[in-house]
């Protein structure tokens, strides 16, 4: 006897982008693709998916690839010191409330997480909290320069939340550790490319490129970027990312890697269009003090592009042989032109990478453990 359909609703304000393909709408990150991901999957199963997004003049209640959206209000909307309020908390409540959903999923520390957890308190109805990076599992959020009301609705939020979902296995850890926190863990997932073909490990190391692709910000370290781009002339760096307008730091690096003849800044690019940079890329590059699991190596995995990384999400990394990880500039820049020395050692690389991918991250995976999760609430 088939289950009957699940009624849930994403509360994403900053997730329209990536839902309607709008490519003038700057908000794509590795969070926004991971729920619209699982969104479209639940969609296709019969199940009754709907978002609340920010107002980028969209009709209220439409309809994309079997999603529904519920605008709240527009993101600049409101005067400052009352916004946060009005209209932002009250046009919040009121897109849930029209969206009438049983499960409401939030993910990405902030306010959201209080005001969806007390809103599904008050309406008896489920509410999840999925953790999107490291940082989440400690209630300073990274650092005190987080707004303390956000740090104090996060923690309520997360603290009564009926389900906690991580990406890894150390973030359950530190949950526990930190909040006494049973989350379940549920490996972030990316579609296998339907123009894949496999790669030419020649060509990739005649012409190497190192593909970054990330916000700027100032825990990206975009500096080091600059400083692996004069210790490797030999190496093409392609840069896709934008913002770090407030930070004085990330200015001076984009500044500098603008200067550099083997960097190429495209700056912000529509999701299909970033994603076409992996079929040259010899190596992705993530310079990150923190993440939490990058949605940018499962598109280059699912490629056969193995990482040269500052981190190693449960040391995968490392144990699985399909990249390299190091924490400083001399290692990154080291193992920047090992992973570029030989053929054999990028093509046996890049078919780990190829493996691990299908093996633990395919989409069908991931929505069948958060089908199980719903259900099981």
């Not at 990316?190 to 692709?213: E, G």
């Amino acid at each position: 006897m088939r289950s009957e359909p699940l009624s849930i609703c994403f509360v994403a304000p900053n997730n329209y982008a990536i839902l309607s393909g709008r490519g003038d709408i700057q908000q794509i990150g590795g969070a926004e693709v991971q729920r619209a991901l699982l969104a479209r999957d639940m969609a296709r199963r019969g199940h009754h998916v709907s978002f609340v997004t920010y107002d980028h003049g969209q009709p209220d209640g439409i309809e994309h690839d079997g999603v529904r959206v519920f605008k709240m209000c527009r993101r600049d909307a409101g005067f400052p010191g009352v916004r946060f309020f009005l209209p932002r908390w009250t046009s919040l409540c009121a897109a849930m409330r029209r969206a009438n959903a049983d499960f409401y999923y939030q993910r990405t520390a902030g306010a959201e997480t209080g005001q969806t957890a007390m809103w599904c308190r008050s309406h008896g109805r489920r509410f999840t909290v999925g953790i999107a990076n490291d940082p989440e599992c400690d209630e300073r959020l990274g650092g005190a320069d987080r707004p303390l009301r956000e740090r104090r609705l996060y923690r309520y939020g997360l603290l009564r939340a009926d389900r906690v979902i991580a990406q890894t296995f150390a973030q359950q850890r530190a949950l526990r550790d930190n909040f006494g926190i049973e989350a379940t863990v549920i490996r972030n997932c990316a579609p296998q490319p339907v123009d894949w073909s496999p790669p030419d490990a020649a060509a990739r190391i005649a012409r190497p490129r190192a593909l970054w692709i990330g916000r700027f910000a100032r825990h990206k370290r975009l500096a080091w970027v600059a400083d692996l781009a004069r210790r490797c002339p030999a190496v093409h760096f392609d840069v896709v990312g934008t913002g770090g307008e407030r930070d004085a730091e990330t200015c001076a690096a984009i500044d500098a890697l603008r200067k550099l003849s083997n960097v190429t800044m495209h700056g912000f690019l529509a999701h299909d269009r970033a994603i076409a940079l992996y079929r040259d890329a010899s190596v992705l590059l993530s310079t990150s003090a923190w993440e939490g699991f990058p949605n940018v190596f499962l598109e280059a995995w699912s490629r056969g592009v193995p990482t040269v990384s500052t981190l190693d999400p449960d040391e995968i990394v490392q144990r699985g042989g399909f990249g390299l990880v190091a924490g400083s500039i001399d290692g990154l820049a080291a193992a920047l032109q090992e992973a570029v020395a030989s053929r054999d050692a990028w093509a046996e690389r890049s078919e780990r990478a190829l493996r691990h991918f299908r093996e633990h991250h395919s989409i069908e995976a991931a929505v069948d453990a958060f089908e199980r999760t719903l259900r099981g609430m």
